[in-house]
């Protein structure tokens, strides 16, 4: 069963580029989270948004409640980019996450 | 600014040896998480404290056991390390569980078990 579904599973990009990824979940939700993980690094949160859109700096995050979807956008992509995003919904006490998104910026 | 604080980064086990992976919040939260991180699958839920005094399973409990110290502290140990417990482990902690609030994560514990 997999509540949280995330596509692509990988992107490559070059520098410059707008990239977008996305989330789509089958439970109710109070919130969705977007989640960056670098190579051998820990998880920080980027988004928490649960109704319309979020931007900090070059990313933007959108979410539509009806359609249970999300989608995270980078502008003017970069090489520090490059990491695994992750979407999560929180659901009762609990976290469900999708399997990630590995995001490859090229010079 | 610590957040959220695991130990040990890294470890080896061998297959048998037990060990407590130590988790700590200095965001005065409430619930704590455990979960762990497997190549291809998300992040699976092992263990987790809604508030102080309670815990209870996750999706995959099975092998572990987990103690809520108090409000700060949520430890994970493994009384008898195997290798299909290899994996990354986070602990996570937020204000109250059921609610929109933000994730904090820890920077992560690899573990080997060989």
């Known amino acids: 069963k997999n509540e949280v579904e995330q596509s692509p599973q990988n992107l490559t990009a070059q520098e410059g580029e707008f990239i977008t990824i996305n989330c789509s979940y089958s439970?109710?939700?109070?919130?969705l989270h977007w989640l960056q993980q670098h190579p051998g690094g820990g998880i920080v949160s980027l988004f928490m948004l649960s109704s319309g859109k979020k931007k900090h700096g070059r990313l933007i995050a959108t979410i539509n409640i009806q359609e249970k979807h999300s989608s995270l956008h980078i502008t003017a992509s970069h090489p520090r980019d490059s990491a695994v995003y992750i979407c999560?919904?929180?659901?009762?006490?609990?976290?469900?996450f999708g399997t990630g998104t590995s995001l490859t910026v090229i010079p | 600014n610590a957040g959220v604080t695991q130990t040990p980064k890294f470890q080896v086990l061998k297959t048998g040896q037990s060990m407590t992976l130590q988790c700590a919040q200095d965001?005065?939260?409430?619930?704590m998480y455990w979960y762990r991180q497997d190549p291809g699958m998300g992040l699976r839920l092992i263990y987790y404290?809604?508030?102080?005094?309670?815990?209870d399973k996750g999706e995959v409990p099975n092998g572990y056991n987990v103690s809520r110290l108090n409000k700060r502290e949520f430890s994970l140990r493994l009384e008898s390390a195997a290798p299909s417990q290899t994996s990354v482990y986070f602990c996570?902690?937020?204000?109250?569980?059921?609610?929109?609030?933000?994730?904090?994560f820890g920077q992560g514990t690899r573990l080997t078990v060989v």
């Open positions: 965001m005065n939260h409430n619930s």
């Open positions: 439970v109710g939700i109070s919130a």
């Open positions: 999560a919904v929180g659901f009762r006490n609990q976290f469900y």
């Open positions: 996570a902690s937020r204000d109250r569980a059921g609610a929109g609030t933000e994730a904090f």
């Open positions: 404290s809604a508030s102080e005094g309670t815990t």
